[in-house]
């Protein structure tokens, strides 16, 4: 018998239970690792392809060598290990609110877990990342070569409320302080590419843009999107 469901950990946290779960996918008997907030599905790995997007367009956009890379969001790990595939990355920081999530990489339980813990280059930090980027930078640090988000489903759909004002102007100027001169933000999003969003990220940022990243689901049996959004600093 095959055993289709198997609870590898369940934590309490402020925003509800977090369960990561690994199942047997029936069409393929793929493997598939899923973490649910609550009864609601925050990620697969079913589904990696914009997730590893999400690294490979805003690391293109860089420019230059020795890169310091911050991502907003740990999840499955896919993105911090695609940007870790850069051999131009000298660091990366991987910030996320929950400590659990840090402990499941941590103690391996992840396909892509050994490969980003194992990397010297590595460092995973328990720490609200939207309270980050409203603070001032601290100390002589010149700022992120590149900063990749995927926290929230999109803009306009939060896990939680306090993280809104990231996406307007205002909260996007916070954010930039943290990049260096001519630094890369980048921002996953499960939705459309959003013109009201489009239009606070032009009154801060060169050269944004919103690109669709195309993928097969092997769920519904034909093509799913996701936007992925990359601007470059002013500064």
Known sequence: ?????????????????????????????????????????LMSSLFTVAEE????????AVEGVELTVLVGGLGLGYTAVTALRDERVRGLTVVDRL???????????????????DDARTNLVE???????RSKP??????????LLDVDHS??????????????ADGLRALDRHLAPRGVFALWSDDPPDGEFMGELDAVF??????????????????????????????
């Open 1 to 41: 018998m095959i055993i289709r469901f198997e609870e590898l950990d369940w934590q309490p946290t402020a925003m509800g239970d977090l369960t990561l779960r690994r199942r047997t996918e029936p069409s393929s008997g793929q493997e598939i690792f899923e973490v649910k907030l609550g009864e609601e599905f």
């Open 127 to 133: 720490d609200d990342f939207f309270a980050l980027m």
């Open 53 to 60: 997007e999400l690294a490979s367009l805003g690391l293109t």
């Open 206 to 235: 060169d050269d944004a843009a919103a690109h669709i990243v195309d993928f097969d689901n092997p769920v519904t049996g034909g093509v799913s999107s996701n936007t992925v959004y990359v601007a470059r600093s002013r500064s």
């Open 99 to 117: 400590a659990t999530v840090i402990d499941w990489h941590e103690r391996k339980l992840l396909p892509v877990s050994a490969e980003l813990v």
């Open 155 to 168: 803009p306009r759909h939060q896990l939680d409320p306090t993280h809104s004002d990231l996406y307007a």
């Open 138 to 147: 601290v100390g002589d640090h010149s700022g992120y070569s590149a900063i």
